[in-house]
């Protein structure tokens, strides 16, 4: 269980990790015997105890470091997918070449913008969570479209932290809505070839594999207005008003769904 | 119900562009001098000013505000395709820009809403540009908005104070990307143009970044498209 690698390391900010841990890893696997897809009911406790890492609030650098690993991650992913011949068809070869150029990028960008300060990469291993990830296209497209939501997510849970920095929340501003593209892109890719006309490129209220990716984005309360009550709109589907908007993720839910795929830190 | 209000919706945006048309026609016809009383008397109440100054406001309220015009803009564009829809328009094709309406639709009732009284009046778009007819007009007119649509977002977010405020523009802002890159890709399937080099811009070498705009450049791209002029004079920068 590559899990239990990361427990020294997050031991000592919590104690009781190792029987969270333990309970987490235990769901997973047998999760993971039910469905591959189902082994993405992640652990929740994972979150938790990572999160303990980074405080109530955290600093910019800390905004960033997590972000960073997000990115290391998402491009890891795409080096291999990339560089697994006949995987990918060649159809769509050239999106996820694009993709894999942008999160290169983006990890390049916050290692410099970190410097010293800079998290290093955590060693990743996807086939553990998704067995076929990097043989079957179907799954690899699936676990795209996820992390690329859960980017978006993960960015916008995040910009109220650097509403101080603003530099640095432009240029999260201008990552976060290229994952956005990126994310709508897997999405219509994965309603292509599985014939599932109801993933668009926007998300339709909670719907969508894995679960946890997906959790509160059934919302149509935006700020104080209950949108299905609002004038003008009492025609619109609620469907509609659910994709109107993109919900953030806390980094509790974002760590929870990324952790699985971290054997190392 | 569903049906007859959605249309509500649909036909507010219908008649508002059936004002614009009727101006242009007159305008067109050398009499524009004269039409001033007709139009006044034959407008909704959101088009009484004619063509009188819009002033987007100051601090929160005034990004606020300039959202609520983009948005304007963007939701009666979106009904004028959905209502002339161009030859050939394929079921997929429908059902994109159906959605895409809607969501368009849904921010713009959204800021008026959520602004009340300080909110700007309605604004008299200026499609003449665009051929509705042709596919190609109206989709790169869409590509157009949609990515000027998530640069303003991305330029306005530095200026925005509140942080509540700035968590509604982020939900909106990844909305509108998603938007731009299925209608990128409409125009060319399956290639890198969904979040393209044409459109990306670098950072300190680094590539992959959408642009964050400043609304003292976006406004004046945008004013082509409405009638009424729009001042942003008084926004933060």
Redesign the interface.
Known sequence: MNIFNIIDSFQKFDGDAVGRLEHASRRMFMNRIGSKLAAAAIPVAFGTIVNKAFGATPTATEVLNYALTLEYLENEFYMIGNGTSGLIPS??A??F???G???K??V??LV?ALSTNAVAKPTFDFPAVFPTVFTDFPTFVTVSKALEDTG?RA??GQ??NL?TS??L???A?????????????AR?ILAKISGDATI???ISNDAGVPAAVYAGEGNVV??T?N?PG????????FT??T??????LTMDQVLAIAGPFIKKM | MKKTLLDNTVSEDKQMLSVVNRRYFLRSAGVAAATGAFILGACTDHDIQGDQTVDLGSGDVGILNYAYALEQLEAAFYTQVMATPYAGMTAEEKMILTDIRDHEIIHRQFFKAALGGSAIKGLTPNFTSINFNDRASVLGAAKLFEDTGVQAYNGAGKLITSGDYLLLAGKIVSVEARHASIIRDLLMPNTGSFAGDDVLVTIMGFGGFDAAVPPSVILPAVQPFVMDKISGSNLPS
Request: glycine share 8%; net charge negative.
């Open positions: 159809t769509y050239p999106v070449a694009q993709i150029k942008h999160e990028a983006h390049d960008f410099a978006v960015y916008k910009a109220g509403i603003k530099p929340l432009e240029y501003l201008q990552i976060h809505s290229v994952e956005a593209r990126h994310a709508a892109i219509k668009k490129g926007w935006q700020g207005l949108l609002v004038d003008g709109l009492s025609g619109v589907s509609a008003i994709e109107a908007f993109d919900e953030p």
